[in-house]
């Protein structure tokens, strides 16, 4: 795989593994906030514009949500996820 291409997927797995730590500092989450921004303007060079929509973009917000919510991995639930979750739970008791 060509550099450019690499390195760019690399700090995208970064951010989001960074995102989805268990835990938040307000700097780190800052940080990324910057970040992202030059990850996606890589992406854009690199892939077609057909690549990105709305969904690409909403990665832009996800620091500010993680600092107004907190961690995220309890709010990253689909709504199956959350049935289910919730069947097992009525089940259990």
């Given at each position: 795989?060509?550099?450019?291409?690499?390195?760019?997927?690399?700090?995208?797995?970064?951010?989001f593994r960074q995102l989805?730590?268990?835990?938040?500092?307000?700097?780190v989450l800052e940080k990324l906030e910057e970040q992202i921004i030059f990850v996606l303007c890589k992406l854009e060079m690199i892939f077609p514009p057909a690549f990105f929509d709305i969904?690409?973009?909403?990665?832009?917000?996800?620091?500010q949500q993680a600092r107004l919510g907190g961690p995220v991995q309890y709010?990253?639930?689909?709504?199956?996820?959350?049935?289910v979750l919730i069947r097992i739970l009525l089940f259990v008791l």
């Open positions: 795989m060509q550099k450019d291409i690499c390195d760019a997927l690399l700090q995208l797995g970064s951010f989805c730590s268990k835990s938040l500092k307000l700097d969904v690409v973009h909403l990665a832009v917000h996800l620091p709010r990253w639930m689909f709504f199956i996820e959350r049935y």
